[in-house]
C-alpha cells in the first residue's frame, strides 16, 4: 500500500494554507481533505467537492518545501 497525500500549498488562497495531509488510504485522506476543506476554507460537501480533491492527490508523503506559486 503506497502513502498518499494532499497538500494545500499548491493551490493558491487567501488563508495561504500550508496543510499537507497523509494517509495510508485514499478514503481516509479524502474524508480528512473534505473537512479541512469545510472548516478551513469554507467549501460545501459535495460529490463535485470530493472528486476535486482526489485530483489532487499524489503518491508517497508531502515534500518539506511547499511548490512555488506564481
Known sequence: MTRKYIDCRECP????????????????????????????????DSPELRAELKTMFHDGTPPVEGPRLA
Open 13 to 44: 488562497s487567501e488563508t495561504n494554507c500550508s496543510i499537507a495531509l497523509s494517509a495510508d488510504s485514499e478514503s481516509e485522506l479524502l474524508e480528512a481533505a473534505v473537512q479541512h476543506a469545510i472548516a478551513v476554507h469554507k467549501h460545501t
